[in-house]
């Protein structure tokens, strides 16, 4: 059976103070609305349609790779209006599900068995009970506990504002429910809107039973109006990330000082100190250990690498038993074999580092392919760039390149070969050869410096 998933992204989200739509203000690294998305998106057969109003050109533009729907809000009339608009989009015989695009946490499975509700011709209502339910629409049970209606906050009696028991907002029922109540909502209430929660009561009325469902945790449907509920959402969903990584047997030296920002795989008896950010899609492998304040976004880290403190690795594959930093950045296309070492103050690009290769101290690599063994001085520099175009450094096999050597590119240094220090080399250095391309040093004896003219 078909789902369409209509999600609500209309509204201003004033308080954000922002000129960003709220829906696009980020959460571990994505706009909260992607959040929905992706989860909406694992339930099989979903097509997804999306209510914008506010910014709705911004939110278009950031959801532009997604399969999904637009349906254009021009006026805020209230919730139920929101749905009407998208309701050209939906199909009769299915079922829809609606959602909202500042509700970023609610897993996907909480989707599908309200979905499943859904299409066995029921309402499916998520509620929760909370201690304060200030400003949230109160469920309405009958003397046989049966969920019969929604009183929101400003139209509910003293009686109706002691419930504790709310609305979630998420809800899920026939379409051809939808499709026919929508049109019988009406605006004559304490906001002159049309509320989508009046469907409770339509279809408590019509005999549908409306089953209410509960989430795991109220974090699950928590919505953001403000940047505080947006840190508390962040904080909750970090936390889940790292409970799940020390279940998986990762050491973190302190799970609140832990970002995953993106997807984080991780293998048995990984250590990870404080104030760690992973971006991206993070692969790291078992025994690694990583020292505080590292960053580390779409890469692949092997078994047993030691990342030391302040390293920042981006788009770089980093093979079994590496060395890498204390401050080492490794930026996108480094491809370090096993055991290589990349130390302080190293930079690396598009280069592949051999097996076993050392590059320890204050160089930068870029555009280079260095085979196995071989030993990169301190303060190397390949000059791979003359302002237009980048070219190609070449090392072979356990070269040895002298300190504060710079190699002008597109350059090859052969397999054994030897660079002394300080060189500037500028062309090919063969096998085995030593190349020493600096000023010769001249000694001057009983020199006499210059003295101050009066
Ligand atoms: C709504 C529910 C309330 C529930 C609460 C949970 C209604 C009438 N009330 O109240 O029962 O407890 O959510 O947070 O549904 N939106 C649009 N277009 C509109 C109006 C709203 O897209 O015309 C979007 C907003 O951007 C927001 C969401 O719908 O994401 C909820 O709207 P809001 O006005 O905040 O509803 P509440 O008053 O909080
Ligand atoms: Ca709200």
Partial sequence: MSID?????????????SSLPKVLHKLAGKPMVLHVIDQAKQLANSSIHVVVGHGADQVEAALANEECGFYLQAEQKGTGHAVAQAVPGLRAEGVTLVLYGDVPLTPASVFESMVQTAQQGKVALLTVKLDDPTGYGRIIRSAVNDVVGIVEQKDANPEQLAITEVNTGIMAMPTSHLIEW????????????????????????????????????EYEVQGVNNRRQLAELERWYQLQQANRLMDAGVTLADPTRIDVRGELVVGSDVEIDINFIAEGSVKIGSGVTIGPNCVIKDAVIGDNVEIL????????????????????????GSDLAAGAKAGNFVEIKKAKIGEGSKVNHLTYIGDAVIGKGANIGAGTITCNYDGVNKSLTEIGDNAFIGSNSSLVAPVKVGAGATIGAGSTITSEVGD??????????RNIAGWQRPVKKS
Avoid: F, W
């Avoid at 998933?5 to 103070?17: E, F, N, T, Y």
């Avoid at 085995?432 to 040093?441: F, H, T, W, Y």
């Fill in 5 to 17: 998933v209509v999600i609500l992204a209309a509204g201003q989200g004033s308080r954000m103070k």
């Fill in 182 to 217: 929508l049109p019988q909502l009406s605006s004559n209430n304490a906001q002159g809107e049309y509320y989508l929660t009046d469907l409770i009561a339509m279809a408590a009325n019509a005999g549908i039973s409306v089953q209410a469902q509960h989430p795991e945790s």
């Fill in 432 to 441: 085995e050869e030593l190349s020493v391309a600096r000023g010769k040093q």
């Fill in 309 to 332: 403190a302040n390293s920042h690795i981006d788009g770089a594959s980093v093979a079994a038993g590496c060395q890498i930093g204390p401050y080492a950045r490794l930026r996108p």
